[in-house]
């Protein structure tokens, strides 16, 4: 008996935890679903999400030649993207952005990545640390340091402002 109800408990603990990583809500402005919580690159797949993602992915140019610097440094970095499925500027930006790790071939398990509604919240009070003022938000760390940010959009492109964190 207590090896069934551990057994519960334990199913019951997964649920909850897996309910908490992501929900789609209805944007009440738009009438269109949006995604809040942890999501992965898998999430774009959704028809919902997939006709702006894959076509911006698509049709981006990765500037090879601003990343050479950093070829073979980002991968010890992490990087934390949040992100609004509702908001224009990720639906630019982080397509983009994923292109060029793409290019790097950058481990995806060193992606962390959150979507936010329209007041910049997600599920877990774990956004607030992040002082998130506009979305996308690409956080770059060094082990639990944090070395840079791009906010909303590059100041340059992407590709140098990758760039100008990595190699300070």
Known sequence: MKKMLSIFFLIFAVNINAQEKCVTKLDEKSGNPMLI???NREAFADTNYAWWFDAEYKNYNVDSA???KVIDKLNAYNIVIVMGTWCSDSRREVPRFF???DYLKFPQEKIKMIAVDRNK???DREIDKLNIEKVPDFIFYNGATEVGRIVESPKESL???I???ITK
Request: net charge neutral; glycine share 6%.
């Open 37 to 39: 919580g942890l999501i």
């Open 66 to 68: 601003s990343l050479e």
């Open 99 to 101: 292109k060029i790790l």
């Open 121 to 123: 919240k997600a599920l």
């Open 159 to 161: 590709e140098k402002d």
């Open 163 to 165: 760039s100008a964190i």
